[in-house]
């Protein structure tokens, strides 16, 4: 069964340094997410991605983030200066266009010291 | 008031006992109705999802959706120790909306099932 995977499964950074976390989406879906989820937390939305443009964005999506598909099957999520609150749980979800059901992936454990 | 209200838990059943976890949302517009089942450190494992009001079964599970009481829930017949987890509950406006229909999640509930 196809699945959304997701690498690295844990990162740890240092403030302020740039992190890169990447997906790989299923293959024959054309929308796509990053969610997060601080400890404890719910898992909030962040961005979603169709086109090859983002088409929306939540509040916490500042100018330190970003998202791209580098080639036909890679999405990224960068954070360009980590802060100690972007230690979360990131999740990329991915679903078709016919259909409101999204699947996730295992998720990258961000620590940032 | 927060748009998905989830009783965060813990609750703790014994093995074979049937299961009741609920949400309650505030945004008249979702139309679409998921329960996500997640391991501790997991990503969201999707269970079951709906668009209708009423009840859709799937095994064990069934998610029951009342649009005009604002109110989803999912029940587990038969509850076994593996379906110890924490359950989520995700909707959304729906692709029929035109946009990119982002899943608004509660906090999730925590489930034990005991021996």
């Known amino acids: 069964e196809p699945e959304v995977t997701q690498t690295p499964s844990h990162q740890v950074t240092q403030m302020g340094q740039e992190v890169i976390l990447r997906c790989v989406p299923i293959?024959?879906?054309?929308?796509f997410y990053w969610y997060r989820q601080i400890l404890g937390q719910k898992v909030e939305f962040l961005v979603s991605?169709?086109?090859?443009?983002?088409?929306?964005k939540s509040e916490i999506f500042d100018d330190q983030f970003s998202v791209e598909r580098p080639d036909g099957s890679n999405f990224t999520l960068k954070i360009r200066s980590t802060k100690l609150e972007d230690s979360a749980m990131y999740f990329c979800?991915?679903?078709?266009?016919?259909?409101?059901?999204?699947?996730f992936g295992p998720g990258t454990r961000l620590t940032v010291l | 008031q927060k748009e998905v209200e989830q009783d965060p838990g813990p609750l703790s059943v014994p093995e074979g006992a049937i299961v009741s976890l609920n949400c309650t949302y505030s945004?008249?517009?979702?139309?679409?109705f998921m329960w996500y089942r997640q391991y501790s450190r997991k990503g969201p494992e999707l269970l079951m999802y709906?668009?209708?009001?009423g009840n859709k079964e799937d095994g064990r599970f069934t998610a029951q959706v009342d649009k005009s009481s604002k109110y989803i829930s999912l029940f587990i017949r038969d509850s076994q120790p593996s379906d110890s987890a924490t359950y989520l509950c995700?909707?959304?406006?729906?692709?029929?909306?035109?946009?990119?229909?982002?899943?608004?999640f509660g906090t999730g509930t925590r489930l034990q099932v005991t021996l």
């Open positions: 293959s024959n879906h054309l929308y």
């Open positions: 995700a909707m959304s406006v729906g692709v029929q909306s035109g946009t990119a229909s982002k899943l608004t």
């Open positions: 991605f169709y086109n090859n443009e983002i088409s929306e």
């Open positions: 979800a991915s679903r078709t266009q016919y259909t409101d059901t999204q699947y």
């Open positions: 709906t668009y209708s009001s």
């Open positions: 945004n008249s517009a979702f139309q679409y």
